[in-house]
């Protein structure tokens, strides 16, 4: 929790030093509309992307596939948003980054790699770097019930 306040911290003054930079050569109000462009810039751009990860995800799916790449891909994008929604230079900068496909497809198979995924309930084969070998599913226990309720409609 330490790291995390110092990070905050340290990224504020970083912010707050590099938009008095830029205020003092195109002045303030540029710099305050600039700020905003950029903002609304990358938040559409999110939304565009978002939205263009998803349907890949849902492809993945109809295929009997973990979308796990997608998904990380997703978080990544929002954390884009998140960055690009704070005003600075220095979290635009990173938020941008974020939005290139190349580099956020990397960070998401890095991010794959380190996941395992355990008590899998089935629907989805074993992938490369989701742990070593597949728990048994419902259907390879002896002895599971599965409690639950329904309501038939006709």
Do not use: N, W, Y
Request: proline share 6%.
């Amino acid at each position: 929790m330490g790291k995390l306040f110092l990070l905050f911290i340290g990224l504020s003054l970083l912010e707050l030093t590099v938009m008095i930079q830029v205020g003092t050569v195109i002045g303030s109000l540029p710099t305050v509309v600039l700020i905003v462009l950029t903002a609304m810039v990358g938040s559409a751009l999110v939304r565009q992307q978002g939205l263009k990860t998803l349907l890949e995800a849902q492809q993945r799916m109809q295929l009997g596939e973990m979308p796990a790449r997608e998904l990380l891909g997703g978080m990544l994008l929002a954390l884009a948003g998140l960055l690009l929604i704070v005003p600075g230079f220095v979290t635009d900068l990173l938020g941008l980054l974020l939005l290139l496909p190349p580099l956020r497809g990397r960070l998401a198979d890095r991010l794959v790699k380190g996941v395992r995924v355990q008590g899998a309930m089935g629907g989805f084969p074993p992938q490369e770097g989701f742990g070593s070998s597949p728990e048994p599913t419902l259907h390879d226990r002896p002895g599971t019930t599965i409690e639950g309720e329904f309501e038939r409609k006709e």
